[in-house]
């Protein structure tokens, strides 16, 4: 089939960073087909000039004709959260990696000219160094960070025996306007955010003394635009997206404000901070905007 070299295809495009993708291909000018099954998605996310194809990655037949032709498949579609994982180890595993090599198949036999995956920082599990470079072991501590890992070494063989182009950007802890609010395993600015405009508690797990490198979703997407379009990198490179700065919880609860209270700390990494000199150097990519400015501009979102 001849390609259709402004088509790209984003896998939970419904989702919060994949329907971010979705918009910034819709201003460049993209054929845009969004895969998802709305599990994790919300229809109201979709961009109106994208087309939803409402189906499972974990089955290749329907993914197949919608990825063929494509000029870049944007990987977002993912069971997330670690504490979920640990919790559905088969369910999460069906659709992180099972799904994945669906799509890279799909991609490869579709004639796509690069799959950009989305990683996780989770892989790196509990490191003693900081900060957490691309050269390090991984070493997970969650089924989620395992499984998000195998789909980086899926990638780089695909790219290496199957001559796919991919590349894997290992996200820091995302934030930004529509992020996940509810359940459990909610996000955790977006869930303060959330609790502050229902007058409750913001519910600190542990002391909240723990640091994440918070990055914003405008900077992600920049960064997945980026990936793409650099023609020197496709090898199955894995490439931190982080701000290369971080925050404990409890300061997240004080930029935004309001009551908290503790609960039981729960399995994960007691830090994380990216080295985001790779993406300076691959791919010409660095954080734009701050943590401060990002919780003022999503305050302002709840009216807080």
């Not at 799959?115 to 892989?123: E, G, P, R």
């Not at 957490?132 to 070494?153: N, R, T, V």
């Not at 997945?224 to 609860?253: C, F, P, Q, Y």
């Not at 004080?254 to 209270?261: A, M, R």
């Amino acid at each position: 089939m001849r390609k259709k070299t402004n088509k790209a295809v984003v896998t939970g495009g419904a989702g919060f960073i994949g329907s971010h993708i979705v918009d910034e291909l819709i201003s460049r000018g993209f054929e845009v087909h969004i895969i998802d099954n709305l599990s994790g998605g919300n229809v109201d996310n979709i961009n109106s000039r994208a087309e939803l194809h409402t189906c499972d990655i974990r089955d290749l037949s329907a993914i197949t004709p919608i990825i063929s032709g494509s000029q870049y498949v944007f990987h977002e579609a993912a069971l997330p959260r670690v504490q979920f994982s640990i919790e559905n180890p088969i369910d999460t595993h069906n659709t992180n990696v099972n799904g994945t090599l669906n799509v890279l198949i799909a991609s490869h036999n579709g004639g796509v000219k690069k799959v950009v995956y989305a990683a996780s920082s989770s892989a790196y599990g509990d490191q003693v160094t900081m900060p957490l470079h691309e050269d390090m072991s991984a070493s997970p501590l969650s089924p989620y960070g395992l499984q998000k890992h195998i789909g980086e070494l899926k990638c780089r063989v695909w790219s290496k025996v199957y001559g796919l182009p991919t590349i894997s950007l290992r996200y820091f802890n995302v934030y930004g306007p529509r992020a996940s609010h509810t359940g459990a395993y909610a996000l955790v600015i977006a869930k303060f955010l959330r609790q502050r405009s229902e007058d409750e508690p913001m519910t600190i797990t542990g002391d909240g003394e723990q640091t994440r490198d918070y990055t914003h979703v405008r900077d992600v997407v920049r960064a997945n635009i980026l990936a793409a379009t650099n023609m020197h990198i496709g090898n199955g490179e894995v490439i931190n997206i982080g701000a290369g700065d971080s925050a404990t919880v409890n300061r997240i609860a004080e930029l935004i404000g309001g009551d908290t209270k503790h609960i039981p700390p729960r399995l994960e990494p007691k830090h994380t901070l990216a080295d985001n000199l790779r993406a300076k150097n691959m791919i010409g990519w660095e954080p734009r905007i701050t943590l401060e400015e990002g919780i003022e501009e999503l305050k302002s979102l709840y009216n807080l």
